[in-house]
């Protein structure tokens, strides 16, 4: 049987549709388009009526003036790493070290490496919007224009859950960038023609077009808002982080995965809505901290037997399962049972899809929230707050079997993210360093330590108190993939 993954891509590539191209007129594609007889009805009142070709004149109409005007815009990314790599697994032990060393064969300096993705200019003052994976890790990061210039840049803001990144040109020295509009991706349609635009495996850039091929697709990445766009627009390997844009040339979405046998295009490419990158990008020019709404409650999605025993019909939206006790949530009267139908006006057919809405609205906003409740339909509006700050995590040192643990309290937030009761009690290990006493130890990252010789541990400033201990034998009770452990060892 032939196996299905993901190929993670670093850029925007794009390739003609096999058609031959004429010289367009004045008025572009997208004017043509408007113009054809038949036309499509299209939702919200200031949506415009869209057409297909009916001739081979219009098919023939020429992409090439929407590409002159977006191409300057995009640019490829250049991500160095260094890694301490050896080309020994003896390196490390100080014996063989004497021997290696004078080898050829040894090499015990840094590594270094480069990855190569695409990114999109979205200020004139060089502000660059690419993805998290293409920088993840990097010691140095360049960018070059289309017209062969290259500029150092900074990491302006990094954020895995919705795997994006902000980059800042160094020095402009009064450079005007040309910058990309964004468009409104909420207006996207099944069958809409995009352009895809990057430097897919290197060999310059590229532009591909084809049509939106589904929306609000969730389950191809592992961040933490996954509404993807999905097009058949050729997306590559150094695609990642460039343009998917309309042919109005305005910005619909960041490039980011494709799905693939082979690791190259198959017609299956991913892009993260502008409107969630927007939000990222605003955050990172106004050089603010990026904070989204915690909704307080946790959620599923509704089977068929589900929703008939609810009312509703068919499946959809999200069921409240849990609420924490003085959350946003909470505070707002929402409670278990509740199904939650859509925010501001838009459908959620799933726990994904409020979870992305959310996203995309600022800590401090309204939000308008559709739920489900004893048959009856109502809207609730709620006031969205960031989630309660914690105890900063604790890192154990000293003479203690605990070395080498940073451990934070789990609270009601902390409990959501590892899929624990909100009442949940404890600290989870949050990392362990490698030969370390806590190494030796056993502890594990994403462990919970709930006692240690038989006292609770309540929260990380207890568990640095209790430490510090030194019994001839410690009893720890730790909770870890949904198991209770109790283990004894000697002090």
């Not at 549709?17 to 007129?25: D, H, M, R, S, T």
């Not at 502890?443 to 209790?466: M, Q, S, Y």
């Amino acid at each position: 049987m032939s196996k299905r993954f993901l190929v993670i891509v670093g850029g925007v590539a794009i390739v003609a549709l096999g058609v031959g191209f004429a010289a367009l007129n004045p008025g572009g594609l997208m004017g043509a388009l408007r113009a054809a007889p038949v036309s499509l009805a299209v939702a919200g009142e200031a949506a415009a009526a869209r057409a297909v070709p009916e001739s081979r004149v219009a098919v023939q109409l020429s992409f090439a003036p929407v590409v002159k005007a977006v191409t300057p815009s995009v640019v490829n990314v250049y991500a160095t790493t260094i890694a301490d790599a050896s080309s020994s697994p003896f390196a490390s032990d100080p014996f063989f070290q004497q021997f290696f060393r004078r080898s050829p064969f040894f090499n015990d300096r840094p590594q270094r490496s480069q990855s190569l993705g695409s990114g999109v200019i979205i200020d004139a003052a060089g502000v660059i919007l690419t993805n998290h994976h293409v920088i993840a890790g990097a010691t140095d990061i360049r960018v070059s224009t289309p017209d062969g210039q290259e500029y150092p840049v900074d990491l302006a803001l990094d954020d895995p859950k919705t795997d994006l990144a902000v980059l800042k040109v160094k020095d402009a020295k009064g450079v005007r960038f040309p910058a990309l509009e964004f468009a409104d991706s909420d207006r996207l349609e099944v069958g809409d023609l995009v352009l895809a635009i990057g430097n897919p495996f290197g060999v310059g850039q590229t532009v591909t077009s084809g049509i939106v091929s589904a929306l609000a697709r969730t389950g191809v990445e592992s961040s933490a808002y996954e509404f993807f766009i999905q097009t058949d627009a050729a997306i590559n390997p150094g695609n990642s982080g460039g343009a998917l844009v309309d042919l109005d040339g305005r910005l619909v979405g960041i490039n980011t995965a494709i799905v693939s046998r082979s690791g190259g295009s198959v017609g299956i490419g991913f892009a993260i809505p502008a409107n969630m990158a927007r939000l990222v990008a605003e955050t990172a020019i106004a050089g603010t901290a990026l904070e989204r709404p915690w909704f307080g409650a946790r959620l599923q999605p509704l089977t068929p037997d589900l929703a008939d025993s609810l009312g509703l019909g068919r499946p959809r939206g999200a069921l409240i399962t849990e609420v924490a006790p003085g959350g946003p949530a909470a505070q707002a009267g929402f409670r278990a049972g509740d199904v939650l139908l859509g925010v501001d006006g838009f459908a959620v057919d799933q726990p994904s899809a409020f979870d992305f809405r959310l996203a995309t609205k600022a800590v401090g906003t309204q939000a308008t929230i559709s739920v489900f409740r004893a048959g009856a339909t109502t809207d609730r509006v709620m006031t969205l707050s960031a989630p309660p700050a914690g105890a900063p995590a604790v890192t154990i040192s000293g003479e203690t079997r605990f070395a080498g643990t940073k451990a934070e309290t789990v609270t009601p937030v902390v409990a959501q993210e590892l899929g624990l009761p909100y009442a949940s009690r404890g600290v989870v290990v949050r990392a362990v360093e490698p030969g370390s006493p806590a190494d030796e130890l056993g502890l594990r990252v994403g462990d919970i330590i709930l006692k240690l010789n038989g006292t609770a541990v309540e929260d990380a400033e207890a568990f640095a108190r209790i430490a510090k201990d030194r019994p001839d034998s410690w009893i720890i009770d730790i909770e870890r993939g949904g198991r209770i452990i109790e283990a004894k060892v000697w002090g």
